[in-house]
T-cell receptor, first 112, second 115 residues
C-alpha cells in the first residue's frame, strides 16, 4: 500500500513559473524524501527532510514539512523545460528499519 | 562511480518462462531494495536486504518470486514461472547506509514484458 499521496496528479506550467506539489501521508515518520523520475529512467533523490525539520532548501527546490498535518510540499522555483518529470514523495515510518514507501507521484510538464 | 547497475534493461519473455533480473549496487553500500513499478500500483517495495540478509520480504507478491544477495556486490530477482501480470519496470536501489535517515540510489530499471 502507498503511504504518501501526491497532489495534484498532473501539473502543466510554463518555463519561469513556480511549480508546487503536495504530499500527504498517514503514519508517524522519521523522514520524508522527494525523488524525480524522468521518463524511462530511474528515480533520482532530490531532498530529505527529517521529522524535526520544517523547511529545507536545495538550489531551486524548497521543501516544507508539517508533521501535525502529516503533509509536505515541494516547490520548484523558476521552472525549466528540463524539470519536466514525475516527482514522488517517499516516507520512512518511525517503526520501520528505513523502509521507503512511495506515493503515486505528480507528473510535471514545463513548456518552453 | 557507475552507480547502481541493472541488467538487462529490457526483457521480453513468454508466459511460463523463468526470468532473472540482476543488480549491482554501489560499492560500499551494504543494503539493497527491489521495487516494482506499474501504472496501476505505482512503486511497490518487494524486498530489502541489509548486509546480504533479507530483512523484509513482505512485499514479494507470491512464491513465484525469489531474491538473493549472495554477496555485497550482486543481487538477483527471479520470477518462475512468469505471468503477464508480472509485466512492470523493476528497480533496485542501494541506500547510502543502513538506517532511517539516508537516501537511496536507483538503477535505471529493467522493463519486463511477459507475453
Amino acid at each position: 500500500s502507498q503511504q504518501g499521496e501526491e497532489d495534484p496528479q498532473a501539473l502543466s506550467i510554463q518555463e519561469g513559473e513556480n511549480a508546487t506539489m503536495n504530499c500527504s501521508y498517514k503514519t508517524s515518520i522519521n523522514n520524508l524524501q522527494w525523488y524525480r523520475q524522468n521518463s524511462g529512467r530511474g528515480l533520482v533523490h532530490l531532498i530529505l527532510i527529517r521529522s524535526n525539520e520544517r523547511e529545507k532548501h536545495s538550489g531551486r527546490l524548497r521543501v516544507t514539512l508539517d508533521t501535525s498535518k502529516k503533509s509536505s510540499s515541494l516547490l520548484i522555483t523558476a521552472s525549466r523545460a528540463a524539470d519536466t518529470a514525475s516527482y514522488f514523495c517517499a516516507t520512512v515510518a518511525t517503526d520501520s528499519w528505513g523502509k521507503l514507501q512511495f506515493g503515486a507521484g505528480t507528473q510535471v510538464v514545463v513548456t518552453p | 562511480d557507475a552507480g547502481v547497475i541493472q541488467s538487462p534493461r529490457h526483457e521480453v519473455t513468454e508466459m511460463g518462462q523463468e526470468v532473472t533480473l540482476r543488480c549491482k549496487p554501489i560499492s560500499g553500500h551494504n543494503s539493497l531494495f527491489w521495487y516494482r513499478q506499474t501504472m496501476m500500483r505505482g512503486l511497490e517495495l518487494l524486498i530489502y536486504f541489509n548486509n546480504n540478509v533479507p530483512i523484509d520480504d513482505s512485499g514479494m507478491p507470491e512464491d513465484r518470486f525469489s531474491a538473493k544477495m549472495p554477496n555485497a556486490s550482486f543481487s538477483t530477482l527471479k520470477i518462475q514461472p512468469s505471468e503477464p501480470r508480472d509485466s512492470a519496470v523493476y528497480f533496485c536501489a542501494s541506500p547510502r547506509s543502513p538506517g532511517v535517515n539516508t537516501e537511496a540510489f536507483f538503477g535505471q530499471g529493467t522493463r519486463l514484458t511477459v507475453v
